[in-house]
């Protein structure tokens, strides 16, 4: 999740949560300080904020991790949720609030490094080696470079390798049905949206929401181009040494995409309500016949809907391991109890009955464990397996493979891994100083003006005449400037 449309929308969520997950991470060879025993004897409730929605049987779980971490840590948690309908406005503002949190998610997605910017989390330099010593030495050197803003770290990320992985979860009995047998590029997508609207109006072919619109994200994918950041609409060819940056107005395809998006819009293959849509779960309620996200999003939904014969169809043609903070948990600066926010953390990724738990559910209620180790989900409509955000503390030792999950899952995994290059570029981070003001009217420009454009809403030489005025006045040149100089130095530093 990293493009313009994946921010602007999901990931992927749920993205989003479109990942593939991959053991790797090496261990850090910085010291760990001496365990500094904090004072449990005061009981506190901490507050941690996660992005989704919770599971039926969250309250369940969440009262049998409470009585685990009341014994041990003398402390209870209460969980708040951001909605992926939501996350796009309320998440910096519940970060701008001040209200005291002492555990968030963050991720790149979600602007990590420039809220950090803004002083929007605690470092953890001198803390979390005292408070979290087992999670903070497993973590690897590039980790914490990718998780330090301005010379402090910011992040935990968790002990997980992940691989760019987006494209598209489609209907394998849908595809038998319209003779299609395989998707493989952009256009081979339209042509399955294309029988979707000719012979099943009932279903929405793309099943895009407010949050979720990456159809620009697939067509870039195939082309190598990274966005710079999340969403400021700066794109660079992450395989070319020499590459110069481009604003998405400017890109030399740009009108033939957006007269294709157009024509796509017109011819129904997405709805005219996307924006205003917040249904995020429409493929899994068997109301879409695809969705635009990552591998975790076609593991969770053939685990639901087996009968649908899910495919994945991986738009990245060449993947590369993705940034340690696509995923991490962070102490916000607003935080009452900051070190037991992280002695919690500490338990979570290092105790495998306080993961379960949050990842898996309640044993015997919620998940069952197989004798080759798997996990067999009871009732996914009570409790999804890795469900519900507990990516930001996922970790390698204590993670199973999930009964029901696609039969060419590992062989996917495999084929993506064997073929990932480098991408330097995960490792950037853009310093907003000189252009946060451009930056945040950019953003909105965005917004208003692109986002109905990529969805085909407006008339694309109109359209994309108006975006380009709109981002010139709101700066996009200081802009692209700025980061052109700030790529030119980072790739000096990092041959």
């Keep these: 999740m990293k493009k313009l449309s994946k921010v602007i929308s999901l990931y992927v969520a749920v993205m989003l949560v479109s990942l593939v997950a991959l053991t790797g991470c090496g ?31 969250y309250d369940a779980v969440l009262a049998a991790f409470n009585k685990k ?3 041990n840590l003398n402390a209870t948690l209460k969980v708040t949720w951001i909605g992926w309908g939501d996350f796009g406005t309320k998440y910096p503002l519940v970060l701008a609030s001040g209200e005291p949190i002492d555990l968030i998610y963050t991720s790149n997605w979600l602007n990590f490094a420039q809220q950090a910017q ?104 195939q082309q190598n181009l990274f966005g710079l950041s999340p969403t400021t609409g700066y794109y660079i060819d992450y395989k070319d040494p020499n590459a110069k940056v481009v604003n998405v107005a400017d890109m030399a395809d740009m ?3 957006l007269n294709k998006m157009k024509g796509w819009s017109d011819k129904g293959y997405w709805p005219k309500s996307v924006l205003s849509n917040k249904d995020s779960n429409m493929l899994q309620e068997g109301k879409a016949a695809s969705v635009m996200r990552g591998l975790d999003d076609w593991v969770s939904s ?15 043609t060449n993947s590369y391991p993705l940034s340690y903070v696509q995923d991490a948990m962070a102490i916000p600066a607003s935080a009452k109890n900051p070190e037991r926010a992280l002695m919690l953390l500490e338990k979570i990724r290092n105790d495998e009955s306080y993961y379960d738990l949050l990842t898996y559910g309640i044993k015997g209620k919620d998940f069952e464990i197989t004798s080759d180790n798997k996990i067999k ?47 330097i570029y995960e490792s950037f981070t853009i310093n907003m100083d000189p252009i946060k003001n451009e930056y945040a009217a950019i953003q909105n420009v965005i917004q208003q003006y692109y986002v109905p454009l990529e969805l085909g809403y407006v008339d694309p030489v109109k359209g994309l005449a108006t975006l380009k005025q709109n981002l010139k006045a709101a700066g996009a040149d200081k802009v692209q400037a700025e980061l052109q100089k700030q790529i030119d130095e980072f790739r ?4």
Excluded at 35 to 45: L, N, Q
């Design 27 to 57: 261990s850090s060879k910085a010291k760990s300080s001496t365990v500094k025993v904090s004072d449990t004897s005061k009981s506190v409730e901490l507050s941690m904020y996660l992005i989704g929605s919770p599971a039926k049987d």
């Design 69 to 71: 971490a009341k014994t």
């Design 118 to 221: 803004k002083g929007a989390f605690m470092p953890l330099e001198d803390i979390a080696p005292k408070y979290a010593p087992k999670s903070f030495a497993a973590e690897s050197k590039d980790a914490l470079k990718q998780a330090t803003v301005n010379g402090h770290i910011y992040a935990l990320p968790p002990s997980f390798t992940q691989y760019a992985t987006w494209g598209a979860v489609v209907r394998g009995d849908l595809m038998k049905k319209y003779g299609i047998s395989q998707i493989k590029t952009f256009d081979d997508y339209g042509k399955y949206l294309d029988a979707v609207v000719k012979n099943d109006k009932t279903f929405d072919p793309s099943g895009m929401y407010a949050t979720n619109t990456p159809i620009d994200t697939l067509y870039f994918d």
């Design 255 to 257: 009108p033939e995409f």
């Design 302 to 316: 053939t685990i639901k809907n087996p009968e649908q014969d899910l495919q994945f169809a991986n738009m990245i």
């Design 377 to 423: 989900p009871l009732d996914l409509d009570v409790f999804a397996p890795e469900g519900y955000c507990s990516w930001g503390f996922k970790d390698a030792k204590f993670y199973k493979p999930l009964v029901g999950s696609p039969a060419d899952l590992q062989q996917v995994r495999d084929q993506i891994k064997s073929t990932a290059t480098t991408n």
């Design 492 to 495: 000096k530093n990092n041959k």
